[in-house]
């Protein structure tokens, strides 16, 4: 779990912008400039929470939910989650017609305790799905299957030692089956040795990306950033090897300690990359980077979800986002935390694009 000690807000940070702004790019390559990133905002937060822990004796997500996936499919809406229940994740479905109200489908990414990697915990991270910033996130298939990732961590507790990650496959979304992990922390990169967290997959052309999260190996002060595994196949992965392509920030940066949770999207020739910053004032918030290849990244200076006032519902924590568009209307799920830990209160919620009464 993130450090929890509250530390002075963060000042002297740059001014929002949306245009004007500067694209490191590849070598021998010129540099471009970032769009107005309007089409990327989600302002009007709904303001309640969408999906809370069941409080139900023995269910996977009794104490908490986390870590939103929204996507399409026949024509409905779904959200992969997690739920804790004391002793790991465990993986979760719900549905919904409007985007806004929803039910518990059911555990679909369960622990099991013959197998040394998911003994503890499981969790669905994504599943492959339309990439486009202004698409209905509709699944695609490999194969006539489905292929989502997750990840585990090796002890009970709350992402307890060093996550690694794998794929699973579904005809059904309802029953999957899981591969041995193709991602394990590699000791010999500082920045990923502590452990890997989400796994974002998507393809384009004939590669399938990988983004995904690390963290160093210092037990308390560790700091996440993100990287790249590509595959011709799902099967053989090779990391980029100019790997963070996402790093931390500098103490008073929004992102000073984390860089985490990759959900990448794409608008016309720009790729999008919104991910959560955890800052040296305690916050998560969620941000936002833009490059033309997703090698080569900006970080956009605005928070695009901030978390709220005292006594909100993310007066701690507004992060970890997955974006969805539906009704000329873009959508940002993020998780909302409010209250202190081990105290505090880990939901679900929503926000978008154009306000909600209207």
Same mark, same amino acid.
């Given at each position: 779990?993130?450090?929890?000690?509250?530390?002075?807000?963060?000042?002297?940070?740059?001014?929002?912008?949306?245009?004007?702004?500067?694209?490191?790019?590849?070598?021998?390559?010129?540099?471009?400039?970032?769009?107005?990133?309007?089409?990327?905002?989600?302002?009007?937060?709904?303001?309640?929470?969408?999906?809370?822990?069941?409080?139900?004796?023995?269910?996977?997500?009794?104490?908490?939910?986390?870590?939103?996936?929204?996507?399409?499919?026949?024509?409905?809406?779904?959200?992969?989650?997690?739920?804790?229940?004391?002793?790991?994740?465990?993986?979760? =479905? #719900?549905? !919904?017609? %409007? $985007?806004?109200? +929803?039910?518990?489908?059911?555990? @679909? *990414?369960?622990? /099991? &305790?013959?197998?040394?990697?998911?003994?503890?915990?499981?969790?669905?991270?994504?599943?492959?799905?339309?990439?486009?910033?202004?698409?209905?996130?509709?699944?695609?298939?490999?194969?006539?299957?489905?292929?989502?990732?997750?990840?585990?961590?090796?002890?009970?507790?709350?992402?307890?030692?060093?996550?690694?990650?794998? =794929? #699973?496959? !579904?005809? %059904? $979304?309802?029953? +999957?089956?899981?591969?041995?992990? @193709? *991602?394990?922390? /590699? &000791?010999?990169?500082?920045?990923?040795?502590?452990?890997?967290?989400?796994?974002?997959?998507?393809?384009?052309?004939?590669?399938?990306?990988?983004?995904?999260?690390?963290?160093?190996?210092?037990?308390?002060?560790?700091?996440?950033?993100?990287?790249?595994?590509?595959?011709?196949?799902?099967?053989?992965?090779?990391?980029?090897?100019?790997?963070?392509?996402?790093?931390?920030?500098?103490?008073?940066?929004?992102?000073?300690?984390?860089?985490?949770?990759?959900?990448?999207?794409?608008?016309?020739?720009?790729?999008?990359?919104?991910?959560?910053?955890?800052?040296?004032?305690?916050?998560?918030?969620?941000?936002?980077?833009?490059?033309?290849?997703?090698?080569?990244?900006?970080?956009?200076?605005?928070?695009?979800?901030?978390?709220?006032?005292?006594?909100?519902?993310?007066?701690?924590?507004?992060?970890?986002?997955?974006?969805?568009?539906?009704?000329?209307?873009?959508?940002?799920?993020?998780?909302?935390?409010?209250?202190?830990?081990?105290?505090?209160?880990?939901?679900?919620?929503?926000?978008?694009?154009?306000?909600?009464?209207?």
């Amino acid at each position: 779990m993130v450090d929890t000690q509250r530390r002075n807000l963060l000042t002297g940070l740059l001014a929002a912008a949306g245009t004007g702004l500067t694209v490191k790019r590849a070598a021998g390559k010129p540099a471009a400039r970032l769009p107005d990133i309007q089409p990327f905002r989600t302002p009007y937060k709904l303001e309640r929470r969408i999906l809370t822990r069941s409080g139900v004796a023995g269910s996977f997500d009794r104490l908490l939910v986390d870590c939103p996936f929204v996507f399409e499919n026949g024509g409905r809406y779904y959200m992969t989650y997690i739920g804790f229940d004391g002793i790991g994740y465990q993986s979760g =479905l #719900a549905e !919904s017609d %409007d $985007l806004v109200h +929803w039910r518990r489908a059911g555990l @679909i *990414l369960r622990r /099991d &305790p013959r197998n040394p990697v998911t003994r503890y915990n499981i969790a669905m991270m994504s599943i492959l799905r339309e990439d486009g910033l202004h698409s209905r996130g509709s699944l695609i298939k490999v194969d006539g299957r489905y292929v989502a990732t997750w990840f585990a961590c090796p002890h009970p507790g709350y992402e307890q030692g060093p996550g690694v990650i794998g =794929l #699973a496959y !579904s005809k %059904d $979304l309802y029953h +999957w089956e899981i591969t041995e992990p @193709i *991602l394990r922390p /590699d &000791p010999t990169l500082a920045w990923e040795a502590g452990g890997l967290y989400k796994a974002d997959l998507i393809k384009s052309g004939d590669l399938y990306y990988i983004f995904y999260n690390g963290k160093t190996n210092d037990s308390r002060d560790w700091h996440e950033q993100t990287g790249i595994a590509t595959s011709p196949d799902l099967k053989t992965w090779t990391r980029y090897p100019g790997n963070p392509v996402l790093r931390h920030g500098g103490p008073r940066a929004w992102d000073a300690r984390f860089a985490s949770d990759p959900f990448v999207v794409r608008w016309g020739p720009w790729w999008g990359m919104y991910y959560y910053g955890f800052a040296n004032d305690g916050h998560a918030r969620d941000l936002l980077a833009l490059g033309q290849d997703p090698y080569h990244l900006t970080k956009v200076p605005e928070i695009m979800l901030d978390v709220g006032p005292p006594g909100s519902i993310d007066d701690d924590f507004a992060h970890k986002p997955s974006i969805i568009y539906a009704d000329d209307t873009l959508y940002q799920f993020y998780c909302c935390v409010s209250g202190k830990w081990p105290h505090d209160d880990r939901a679900i919620s929503v926000a978008r694009s154009r306000p909600w009464n209207g």
